[in-house]
């Protein structure tokens, strides 16, 4: 056999060992003949292709550097927060994971609505665990008296669109399956089931909407969608893209659509462009209603506001809420802010409205 042990003998170019530590290192019993095989050190370099700094990297290699953001674990202790929380795998072959908050009500044996949330990061970063997701979530969870599942989808350019889209739709499959074993669902209801998410999550949100009016998801009755300052684009440019003061923005949202749309694909993609999307009229008929809330200082707050007349004009129950002198995903980076209390109050409101 051959061995490579230069770092042991770098003096030696063969030669034949007795010692008893080799021969134990070997198993064997009789003598063995080593062969010394020379080694070069070769230095591996990576150029980086893609960059929008402190959001993401991309290497040659196809290697990706996402942010670290603090991050929370699931925990079943309810005594400080009102609510418990737990991790669930959707689909271990992709893999999927989730996260389910409940509120801690004991005494109670009704039945509580569903939220399904999907976390933002334009396709390409974002966990359900980080910091600011869970806490409002979990908060959610305790003011609107409902079970939140936040889904962990994979994220681009490794698993480009519509993968997010497939991931997000199984987990709407797998809450049909789980609720009938799942002790954390047991008071789920899913004849009220929502579905939410900020940025590229109500993008999905979205879209999950219209692939669950496609494919006849009868198992989850979806009552209403509530995106929050949805992220869109189209290849034509919408006025506040062509401002001076909006080039930093547009940089960085063409390039997190270069590196999710799928291969080929421009920004009028139905998963960008939401005017691409095809339903019949009485698919759009079967649309569930719509909460569009935008921010006022965000610079996604136009799209936001022509998704919003996009569903009106065809046929959808829709209403369009301001956060006034809010930035983009404010709930996230200050969960416990008076301005994320009042959004919470507001989907709250909705989701009991049915």
């Known amino acids: 056999m051959f061995l490579d042990l230069t770092k042991i003998f770098t003096s030696l170019s063969s030669t034949t060992i007795l010692s008893n530590s080799i021969r134990k290192l070997c198993n064997f019993t009789e003598i063995c003949h080593f062969q010394i095989i020379p080694t070069k050190k070769v230095l591996i370099t990576m150029s980086m292709v893609a960059e929008e700094p402190g959001f993401i990297q991309i290497f040659s290699d196809g290697s990706v550097k996402r942010p670290e953001r603090e991050t929370s674990p699931a925990s079943e202790d309810s005594s400080s927060t009102g609510y418990k929380s737990k991790d669930v795998i959707i689909d271990s072959t992709k893999p999927i994971s989730g996260r389910i908050f409940v509120p801690d009500t004991p005494a109670s044996s009704s039945l509580l609505p569903v939220l399904v949330y999907f976390h933002g990061g334009g396709f390409c970063i974002g966990t359900a665990t980080w910091l600011g997701y869970h806490t409002f979530l979990g908060d959610f969870a305790v003011a609107a008296q409902s079970i939140v599942l936040s889904v962990d989808y994979r994220l681009a350019p490794e698993h480009r669109l519509p993968t997010a889209y497939d991931d997000c739709y199984c987990s709407l499959e797998w809450l049909s399956k789980q609720v009938s074993s799942e002790p954390w669902l047991q008071r789920a209801d899913l004849s009220r089931v929502f579905l939410s998410g900020d940025s590229a999550g109500g993008n999905i949100a979205h879209n999950i909407a219209i692939r669950a009016i496609q494919k006849g998801c009868d198992e989850v009755k979806i009552k209403g969608v509530l995106p929050i300052h949805p992220y869109f684009g189209s290849e034509e440019r919408i006025d506040k893209e062509k ?8 940089g960085l949202t063409d390039l997190l659509w270069k590196l999710s749309l799928p291969e080929g694909s421009n920004r009028d993609y139905f998963g ?9 009229r009485e698919e759009w008929d079967r649309f569930p209603a719509v909460v569009v809330y935008v921010a006022g200082l965000d610079f996604f707050k136009e799209r936001g506001v022509m998704y919003a007349g996009f569903l009106e004009k065809r046929g959808a129950e829709v209403k369009l809420v301001e956060a006034e002198g809010e930035q983009h995903v404010y709930h996230m980076f200050h969960p416990k802010s008076e301005a994320t209390r009042l959004l919470q109050k507001q989907m709250s409101e909705f989701i009991h409205s049915f």
Not at 272 to 280: D, P, Q, R, T
Request: overall charge negative; glycine content about 0%.
């Open 243 to 250: 401002a001076s003061e909006s080039a930093k923005d547009v």
């Open 272 to 280: 960008c462009n939401f005017e691409k999307a095809e339903l019949s």
